[in-house]
């Protein structure tokens, strides 16, 4: 299915986002995006995306029966279903450009791990951005031990405090991509 906009869509997206409209579209027809649900009776199917012009999601609600985008919400006025945390983290994470594998000086394979934080902005309206990766076997061997080392905890909240300019911080989301394997991830949440 191509994705078009409708007129109503177009100027959403002309008044109220920095993203360019072709890009909108591309991210959707190549479903950079989480689909959330589709009205009751209708071809109307909500999803939601991440535009890194506009540093935060938004949810594209498209007619699935010919492509075309009748609205484009920004969260705050996405009402229809509760999006979790890990929703957003994942619709960020699809459109993130991924770090390359690097290589230890013993010719091992470091494994990347992708550290994703999302805030809140002192007007509460969300914002994600990466951290410099982190290598995973500095803190374990999977992804649930380097969420119980401490040392981990203590290097991320020394990486985060650095960015945070009078920010809340929402969630920390970490990724572990292993050639073969399938992606591992798993979410931090905070109060």
């Given at each position: 299915?191509?994705?078009?906009?409708?007129?109503?869509?177009?100027?959403?997206?002309?008044?109220?986002?920095?993203?360019?409209?072709?890009?909108?579209l591309n991210l959707?027809?190549?479903?950079?995006?989480?689909?959330?649900?589709?009205?009751?009776?209708?071809?109307?199917?909500?999803?939601?995306?991440?535009?890194?012009?506009?540093?935060?999601?938004?949810?594209?609600?498209?007619?699935?029966?010919?492509?075309?985008?009748?609205?484009?919400?920004?969260?705050?006025?996405?009402?229809?279903?509760?999006?979790?945390?890990?929703?957003?983290?994942?619709?960020?994470?699809?459109?993130?450009?991924?770090?390359?594998?690097?290589?230890?000086?013993?010719?091992?394979?470091?494994?990347?791990?992708?550290?994703?934080?999302?805030?809140?902005?002192?007007?509460?309206?969300?914002?994600?951005?990466?951290?410099?990766?982190?290598?995973?076997?500095?803190?374990?061997?999977?992804?649930?031990?380097?969420?119980?080392?401490?040392?981990?905890?203590?290097?991320?909240?020394?990486?985060?405090?650095?960015?945070?300019?009078?920010q809340k911080l929402?969630?920390?989301?970490?990724?572990?991509?292993?050639?073969?394997?399938?992606?591992q991830r798993t979410?931090?949440?905070?109060?």
């Amino acid at each position: 299915m191509r994705s078009a906009f409708t007129v109503h869509a177009y100027e959403v997206i002309q008044t109220r986002m920095i993203i360019n409209p072709q890009d909108l579209l591309n991210l959707l027809d190549k479903d950079l995006c989480v689909p959330l649900g589709y009205e009751q009776g209708t071809n109307k199917q909500h999803r939601l995306f991440y535009s890194i012009d506009d540093r935060e999601c938004f949810v594209a609600v498209q007619d699935t029966a010919n492509g075309e985008i009748v609205t484009v919400l920004p969260m705050q006025y996405h009402n229809r279903w509760k999006v979790s945390p890990q929703a957003e983290s994942l619709a960020i994470e699809l459109v993130m450009p991924k770090p390359r594998l690097q290589k230890s000086t013993n010719g091992n394979r470091k494994t990347p791990l992708r550290l994703m934080v999302i805030v809140l902005d002192k007007d509460s309206k969300k914002i994600a951005f990466h951290l410099e990766p982190l290598v995973m076997e500095d803190y374990g061997a999977g992804i649930n031990a380097v969420v119980a080392n401490a040392q981990f905890h203590k290097e991320l909240n020394v990486l985060v405090a650095a960015k945070l300019a009078g920010q809340k911080l929402c969630s920390v989301t970490l990724i572990v991509e292993k050639p073969g394997l399938r992606v591992q991830r798993t979410t931090l949440c905070y109060g």
